[in-house]
């Protein structure tokens, strides 16, 4: 799990964003397969992150995995697509608000954690690897060598 609170009771903002991982056919033109990816990582020096493959690129899906992933208490910063909408409004299985805030912000400004993660599994996973069987493990081994 990601995010929280601070010991000063500030919260941790956890970047949020989502990347389809594909390959594109004879080097170019538009994706003709691919993996949707979400993912978060903590804007703290440890850099703590969480990524997971997802069948559908919905609200319900992205919520779920927030509440999955996230702990209560986050500041949660994404960009303006319309799933993310109602994050802060969140509840747990048992009726308790979850108590995330919500920010959405510039991608090009203030998303450098969550980019430069995309990059980085981006250049460790070849292509030809991008496929929904294989991914969920490449993946896996990207977060145990970010972790070293």
Same mark, same amino acid.
């Given at each position: 799990?990601?995010?929280?609170?601070?010991?000063? $009771?500030?919260?941790?903002?956890?970047?949020?964003?989502? =990347?389809?991982?594909?390959?594109?056919?004879?080097?170019?033109?538009? =994706?003709?397969? $691919?993996?949707?990816?979400?993912?978060?990582?903590?804007?703290?020096?440890? @850099?703590?992150?969480?990524?997971?493959?997802?069948?559908?690129? !919905?609200?319900?899906?992205? %919520?779920?995995?927030?509440? /999955?992933?996230? !702990?209560?208490?986050?500041?949660? %910063?994404?960009?303006?697509? @319309?799933?993310? !909408?109602?994050?802060?409004?969140?509840?747990?299985?048992?009726? !308790?608000?979850?108590?995330? /805030?919500?920010?959405?912000?510039?991608?090009?400004?203030?998303?450098?954690?969550?980019?430069? /993660?995309? =990059? $980085?599994?981006? @250049?460790?996973?070849?292509?030809? %690897?991008? /496929?929904? =069987?294989?991914?969920?493990?490449?993946?896996?081994?990207?977060?145990? $060598?970010?972790?070293?």
């Amino acid at each position: 799990m990601v995010g929280g609170v601070n010991d000063d $009771g500030t919260p941790i903002i956890v970047e949020v964003d989502e =990347s389809l991982f594909g390959k594109m056919k004879y080097g170019r033109g538009h =994706s003709v397969q $691919g993996v949707w990816v979400v993912g978060g990582v903590e804007r703290t020096p440890e @850099r703590k992150l969480f990524v997971a493959t997802v069948p559908y690129r !919905n609200k319900d899906t992205l %919520h779920t995995l927030l509440t /999955t992933y996230i !702990n209560p208490g986050t500041q949660i %910063h994404t960009d303006r697509w @319309r799933a993310y !909408n109602g994050i802060d409004k969140t509840w747990d299985e048992d009726g !308790n608000p979850l108590g995330y /805030t919500h920010k959405k912000v510039d991608h090009s400004k203030e998303f450098k954690a969550a980019d430069g /993660t995309w =990059s $980085g599994i981006k @250049r460790v996973v070849c292509a030809r %690897h991008r /496929t929904g =069987s294989t991914m969920p493990w490449r993946l896996l081994e990207f977060i145990w $060598g970010a972790q070293k």
